[in-house]
Every structure is written in C-alpha cells, then in structure tokens.
C-alpha cells in the first residue's frame, strides 16, 4: 500500500503560479506510476498529467499543456506538479493518485488516492 498527501493549494490571481506536491509513504515510490486529476464542483475528475515510474516520460491533458509541468523525486518520495500561466478554469480540487500499472489518464484505473488539495484562481 501507499499513502498520498497532497500539498501547496491555494488561492492565486489568473496568470500566477503554483506548484503542487504529493508525498508517499509506504511502499517503494519508485514502483508507482503518478497522475494528477482535478474535481471542479458540479464537474466529473478529469485527467491532468501523469510520469512513469522513473520519471521518463509524462503525459499531460491537452487543456494544461504547455503550462504545467509534472515531475518526481523517487529519492524524496515526492511528485510535484507546476503550474503556470493560471487560468480560471483551473480551479478545481487537485489529487494525486498512485498505481502500480495504471492506464495514465483514466482516473478509475488508479488504486490509491490522496485527499486533494484546492486551487483557486481569480480573474
């Protein structure tokens, strides 16, 4: 098993930035695959960006392309997910999520899930 606790939400003006952090604890980091999905109210969980075990490859929502960057520290026990250029549309609460194999942008794929953490931006 793994545990997931997000940080670094908050409340920021359209064009700033934040930068998310997800840390595990448990089971080796190095064996999860991490995504990042968010939950506006009113809206289904929607795929943000996910890396591969080693950090090798990511993968990003074509919405947030271009201005978030996810990343991770497998000596850390941490992903991170940078987010730049915030727009409105943005807000929403953010999870990170933790699986052995998952499918990289289908959230039900994933096993483990942290509480969330809320982001919101003003115009």
């Known amino acids: 098993q793994v545990q997931l606790v997000e940080s670094g939400g908050g409340l920021v003006q359209a064009g700033g930035s934040l930068r998310l952090s997800c840390a595990a604890s448990?089971?080796?980091?190095?064996?999860?695959?991490m995504g990042w999905f968010r939950q506006a109210p009113g809206k289904e969980r929607e795929f943000v960006a996910a890396?591969?075990?080693?950090?090798?490859?990511?993968y990003y929502a074509d919405s947030v392309k271009g201005r978030f960057t996810i990343s991770r520290d497998n000596a850390k026990n941490t992903v991170y997910l940078q987010m730049n250029s915030l727009k409105p549309e943005d807000t929403a609460v953010y999870s990170c999520?933790?699986?052995?194999?998952?499918?990289?942008?289908?959230?039900?794929?994933?096993?483990?899930w942290g509480q969330g953490t809320q982001v919101t931006v003003s115009s």
């Open positions: 890396i591969s075990w080693s950090g090798g490859s990511a």
């Open positions: 999520a933790a699986d052995e194999d998952p499918d990289s942008g289908s959230y039900y794929s994933y096993h483990y």
């Open positions: 448990g089971r080796t980091f190095s064996s999860y695959f």
